[in-house]
């Protein structure tokens, strides 16, 4: 009388029927009837390639094909496939298709039909529910009758003796245990099925005695349909009853539609009962999700399931148990998802919207502090409505229960999906600006309070809004409270690695040069990860920009400064040369793109360049450079610990005279590797100059050339210069210093060597042979670069050898 003993025992049963499932062969084909597409039609046998010499069939290579004959008119000779085929999402489909010859299962194939299979439908094809693939598969899809031979003695008898026990010891208790628990239910239904797979005469030939399902064995289950007060139970059974209603016999089929009725007729007891456990709340999930993923089948009265669908969804997302409520919002977003599809019609979506509104489900979701993947489904639903039904579903109370949910969340997905719920419904509360920019600073503010990871880079302003991967926050109406609280989530913030500063942002900030602002900038110099410091447009003279460029000096992360569109042509310079001094250790990256630098400003802050030894990238695009800035460059990239990698002065009005002396350094500077000089004018003989300080071809001479600079960019640049900077990619530079020999000396001279004998000989012809190996490592097709050129060359230095000293060569 145990209950804990009786559900053991039914999930035995389960076991007992999964085994001589196991054991039961395939059909030995399908008929195929119903196709729009006439030749598909037809009987599909096993394909023998699929049949091991045993005689075993692998279920993962189950195939049935079918030859079209020669005398139908269309598709003659053709040879379709029903298999089954695993997706890249690891899902498995059946298809009826003509499989490529080369590559079966793959884009190649002719598909005609498909079905998404269920989980319990992988081992074998869907006998219904087929959907047509355009244009080759024309409507109405086709449905499938097993082709079942004679049964194997054996398992004939394993099967027969498996349900005779069934109907002496089992099927008359089962439904006065049903009602106990959801495992009787399932393991019951999984009984029914087995018992409904022969309801063939073929099978029913192959029995002793028949023992299949009838009205009998289901007709008892109606009265706990209709009597019940288990939810478990009732929803394990409206389940199983979709599941096994595809493959009974039309009779059954009728009782089993009657047990769905009368379940969703019940629904005074899916309204008043309480959940009382987790494993209830997880029931009443899998009747609104598996459920809703079984919708392939056809149930007999879709309005009520879908009216017991909001129900469930609406009492769960109500519920206090934070399960439950998860559990609801899963239903509200697939009958979202279900609304919002191509098949839903205006009215079912506004009655879907008046469903919203009645049971203020928008102000839950907004309120919701936890989950938050319910958003993203509203926000859809919003922007499907039209413009003005839209407009009254989102109202102000909706944004304020938003703005608070912001400010008090936990959870950062929250902050996330309603700062992007809001951003993305902007045109239909436009006349609530104020209280959308509150949200936005408030959902940021959060984010940053709360550590998000994705959240990397902040901009303060407006001009960052269109930045990837950046996060927006405006200082609009924001109070000294509220400054302060931005300031403290940044100081204690542990994954921001970049800020950036726009123009209205300081203009902002000039209201608060008291408390609020010295807190920001308290924070700045206290945060322990921001490594990127812009500001973009700002003003330097006795404003907040003038304090913000100073705190950076102080920031000990800061590894790049960027200040774009600043004016540094007059006071404010200044400001940038005390935060480079500060920064003298530790800066890599510097950019002064657009900021007034002329050869002025640029000997101004010269000294402080030539201090910072850790500065590897320093740009001045779109400044107003003369050739005196150059000469100024030139001394900076010539200074000795000067390391900059990458020097950018592309659009900076230079000229050829000026890049003269820049080209002039390179000889003696081994660090830079990339030099910008895109939207200058160049002439022929600077790019002349820039060659030979690459390969000088004065004689022994090419090794004190410039082997580092592997790219200028510009589109004029010289095909030999273009050559030699291919050259410089190589990080062995014994092997550059060789091509470069190799380039400019087509005739080598052993009349040094000839004072040593033929001891030299040897080291001359090995250094021939090893730079053959060196020019591998070159895709361009020069002729100095082939094996014969430099073969050739080798022979002509045996040949001095061999002529100056001829008596050494003689037999």
């Keep these: ?138 409507g109405p899809a086709p449905t499938l009758e097993p082709i079942v031979g004679s049964s194997n003695d054996g398992q004939a008898d394993i099967e027969h003796q498996l349900m005779e026990w069934a109907e002496e010891n089992v099927l008359l208790e089962a439904v006065q245990d049903i009602d106990m628990s959801s495992k009787v239910a399932r393991s019951l239904m999984r009984l029914y099925k087995f018992m409904a797979a022969y309801h063939d005469e073929s099978h029913l030939k192959s029995l002793k005695s028949v023992n299949h399902l009838t009205e009998d064995h289901i007709r008892p289950i109606l009265s706990v349909c209709q009597n019940s007060t288990n939810l478990v139970t009732l929803a394990e059974l409206y ?36 959940f009382e456990s987790d494993e209830e709340v997880s029931s009443v999930l899998k009747l609104l999700t598996d459920c809703y993923t079984l919708r392939s089948f056809v149930w007999p009265d879709s309005s009520n399931h879908l009216e017991i669908w909001k129900k469930f969804s609406l009492r769960l997302v109500q519920s206090k148990s934070p399960i439950a409520r998860e559990a609801g919002w899963t239903g509200v977003s697939g009958l979202l998802k279900e609304f919002s599809s191509a098949r839903a019609t205006s009215s079912m979506k506004r009655e879907l919207a008046e469903w919203i509104v009645s049971n203020q489900l928008l102000s839950l979701s907004l309120g919701s502090s936890t989950h938050h993947e319910i958003i993203p489904s509203i926000r859809s639903m919003l922007t499907l409505m039209p413009m003005e039904e839209g407009g009254v579903l989102l109202q102000e109370c909706h944004l304020q229960i938003a703005l608070d949910t912001c400010r008090t969340t936990d959870s950062v997905n929250v902050a996330i999906q309603i700062q992007q719920f809001i951003a993305s419904v902007t045109d239909l509360v436009q006349d609530q600006g104020l209280l959308v920019d509150q949200i936005m600073q408030a959902a940021v503010t959060r984010r940053i309070e709360l550590n998000d990871h994705t959240l990397t880079m902040l901009c303060v302003g407006d001009e960052g809004t269109n930045l990837i991967g950046a996060a927006p926050l405006n200082l609009y109406n924001l109070d000294v409270d509220g400054i302060l609280r931005i300031a403290k989530a940044i100081e204690q913030n542990s994954c921001l690695s970049r800020i950036r500063f726009a ?103 010269l000294p402080s360049l030539k201090n910072l030894r850790e500065l590897k990238e320093f740009s001045l695009q779109r400044n107003t450079l003369h050739n005196e800035s150059c000469l100024l460059l030139a001394d900076l990239l010539a200074c000795p610990q000067c390391n900059i990698h990458i020097l950018d002065i592309e659009n900076t009005g230079v000229d050829s005279e000026g890049l003269q002396a820049i080209a002039n350094v390179l000889a003696t500077n081994s660090k830079l590797l990339r030099l910008n000089l895109s939207g200058n004018s160049i002439n022929e003989e600077c790019w002349q100059t820039f060659s030979q300080q690459l390969c000088n071809t004065e004689k022994n001479k090419a090794r004190l050339s410039n082997h580092t600079l592997r790219s200028i960019q510009h589109p004029g640049i010289s095909e030999e210069l273009r050559l030699f900077l291919t050259f410089n990619q190589d990080t ?80």
């Design 1 to 138: 009388e145990s209950s804990s003993l009786k559900s053991f025992g039914w999930g035995q049963i389960a076991e007992l029927i999964d085994e001589s499932n196991g054991l039961r062969p395939p059909p030995q084909g399908y008929m195929v009837s119903g196709a729009g597409t006439a030749f598909i039609n037809g009987s599909y046998m096993i394909d023998p390639q699929c049949v091991a010499k045993s005689r075993y069939v692998k279920a993962s290579d189950l195939a049935y094909t079918r030859i079209v004959p020669d005398n139908e008119n269309e598709g003659a000779g053709k040879k379709i496939t029903l298999f089954k085929c695993r997706m890249r999402n690891q899902q498995r489909w059946w298809f009826l298709s003509e499989a490529d010859k080369h590559q079966p299962g793959t884009d190649k194939d002719i598909d005609y039909y498909q079905h998404k299979s269920q989980k319990h439908e992988e081992d074998s094809p869907s006998l219904s529910c087929w959907l047509a693939c355009g244009p080759q598969g024309r």
């Design 732 to 811: 062995n530079k014994k092997r550059v210093v060789v091509k470069k020999i190799l380039y400019h000396n087509g005739h080598f001279s052993m009349v040094h060597f000839f004072s040593w004998g033929l001891r030299l000989m040897p080291n001359a012809v090995n250094w021939f042979d090893k730079a053959q190996t060196y020019f591998k490592w070159d895709d361009a097709p020069l002729s100095a670069f082939k094996d014969e050129d430099i073969g050739r060359r080798k022979l002509n230095a045996i040949y001095q050898f061999v002529k100056e000293m001829p008596l050494q060569f003689a037999w």
């Design 503 to 605: 123009s209205d942002a300081a203009e902002d900030l000039e209201e608060f040069r008291g408390k609020g602002f010295s807190g920001l900038v308290h924070a700045l110099e206290n945060s322990k990860t921001i490594t990127n410091f812009c500001l973009s447009n700002c003003t330097f003279e006795g404003s907040a920009g003038n304090e913000l460029i100073l705190a950076a000096g102080e920031m000990e992360p800061i590894r790049k400064l960027s200040l774009t569109g600043c004016e540094l042509d007059g006071w404010g310079v200044h400001s940038v040369i005390r935060t480079l001094r500060k920064l003298q250790r530790r800066l890599m990256v510097l950019d002064l793109e657009d900021c007034l630098v002329d050869e002025s400003v640029l000997e101004l802050i």
């Design 239 to 274: 389940l199983q009853f979709i599941i096994i209603r595809p493959s009974l016999p039309t009779n059954l089929q009728t009782v089993v539609d009657q047990g769905i009725k009368l379940i969703l007729g019940r629904q005074i007891h899916l309204e008043d009962k309480p």
